[in-house]
């Protein structure tokens, strides 16, 4: 094992599809077949299952996460000038979001779990009676603490989208009930990228809701503002899934469940396998569940660390080396370095190593050898 550097990849598309491509190719030849390319039967269905998954009334599928973020908030009403909380730590389309509606992100910094810190958002809504909607992201597939988000939400009347784009199949315990994410709030979004616990072989989205309103608006947004078709209600976006997509993740769906035990268990491994004091691994909360869409650690060393492991042939990927607040685009926001001390932290600490479901434990065992081996080293 020595002799040859092991090649483990961050994430592998590849051992998934040896599983399944009887099944796939089979699927998407039956979609291509029936001369309904686009929001036909497939596209039904996967509606139909994620809906009964999630445990919504309504779920609307859309061409991509990002879309179904923005085909979100402005069925949720937000418009030009309104002011919407999110994370500065999470990927740029969040907060991308609420600015292409023409209104404000207002972030408000994490904790060191990486998710938002729902104590600080309860000050901000009491400060800022002009709030409208709060964005958490469940980030990394862990939940946030939504029980208390939304006492406050529904205390102040600020409505609450959910990012759920990488925590599909997450649970949080709301009322005393095991609930999923993207079901809790006003409205939820999914991401179906192809490295999503549930992913396309291309790019692919849905919105999840509870509300008949917002779940008619998003329809008709989503095929540029017409329900009937040349007959347009308002300027809407070209948002569909198309029907091999669907077929796809159909196909993947019935596995789904067994992944994120998958995911669960490897992520319990390297806990155990890293130990100690060689980086700061993942926590897992009691009162809420994580399906481990990345395994992220810590270490002041973060650099370095990422150096050694590529030289040795280990996948790594930093999420995120920019909080949102710093980046050059949301410089009109005029915040400043020091304004969210976390989410700058966790920015220059935070490294993703291999998750994937069909991860081996001998390739574990060898992820987190290297680690503790650098560490060791420079001890």
């Known amino acids: 094992m020595e002799a040859d550097i092991v090649k483990i990849p961050l994430f592998d598309l590849t051992r998934q599809y040896k599983e399944l491509r009887n099944e796939m190719i089979k699927k998407i030849d039956e979609a291509i077949s029936s001369g309904v390319v686009i929001m036909g039967q497939n596209v039904e269905e996967i509606e139909e299952r994620i809906a009964n998954y999630i445990g919504v009334k309504h779920a609307i599928a859309v061409g991509n996460g990002s879309d179904a973020l923005v085909l979100a908030l402005?069925?949720?009403?937000?418009?030009?000038?309104?002011r919407v909380i999110t994370t500065p730590y999470t990927f740029f389309s969040t907060a991308s979001a609420i600015t292409r509606l023409g209104g404000i992100p207002i972030?408000?910094?994490?904790?060191?779990?990486?998710?938002?810190?729902v104590?600080?958002?309860e000050k901000k809504i009491k400060s800022d009676k002009s709030i409208k909607a709060v964005i958490p992201v469940h980030l990394f597939g862990k939940s946030v603490d939504m029980e208390y988000l939304k006492s406050i939400c529904d205390k102040y009347g600020v409505k609450i989208l959910e990012d759920a784009a990488q925590s599909i199949g997450?649970?949080?315990?709301?009322?005393?009930?095991?609930?999923?994410?993207?079901?809790?709030?006003?409205?939820?979004?999914?991401?179906f990228f192809p490295t999503k616990n549930l992913?396309?072989?291309?790019?692919?989205?849905?919105?999840?809701?509870?509300?008949?309103?917002i779940a008619d608006r998003v329809r008709i947004l989503r095929v540029h503002g017409?329900?009937?078709?040349?007959?347009?209600?308002?300027?809407?976006?070209?948002?569909?899934?198309?029907e091999i997509q669907a077929a796809i993740l159909n196909v993947k769906f019935s596995h789904l469940d067994m992944w994120i035990d998958k995911r669960i268990n490897a992520a319990s491994n390297y806990s155990k396998l890293l130990g100690g004091d060689t980086v700061l691994c993942p926590a897992v909360p009691k009162d809420r569940t994580h399906v481990f869409h990345q395994y992220v650690v810590r270490t002041e060393r973060r650099e370095e660390l990422r150096e050694y492991l590529t030289n040795e042939g280990i996948?790594?990927?930093?999420?995120?080396?920019?909080?949102?607040?710093l980046q050059k685009c949301f410089s009109f926001l005029n915040y400043k370095p020091g304004d969210f001390p976390v989410a700058e932290k966790l920015s220059k600490e935070s490294l993703a190593i291999p998750m994937f479901p069909e991860i081996t434990f001998e390739e574990q065992e060898y992820v987190a050898k290297k680690i503790k081996e650098f560490m060791e080293e420079r001890s």
Do not use: C, W
Not at 226 to 242: A, C
């Open 74 to 82: 402005q069925s949720m009403g937000i418009e030009k000038g309104d």
């Open 107 to 117: 972030f408000i910094d994490v904790g060191e779990d990486f998710n938002i810190d």
């Open 119 to 121: 104590g600080l958002v």
């Open 170 to 191: 997450s649970e949080a315990f709301v009322g005393g009930k095991r609930v999923k994410t993207a079901s809790i709030g006003d409205a939820g979004i999914l991401s």
């Open 199 to 213: 992913g396309a072989y291309g790019d692919a989205g849905m919105v999840l809701t509870n509300s008949d309103e």
């Open 226 to 242: 017409s329900h009937q078709k040349y007959v347009h209600e308002e300027i809407g976006y070209n948002s569909r899934m198309d």
């Open 315 to 325: 996948g790594t990927a930093i999420y995120y080396p920019i909080p949102l607040h």
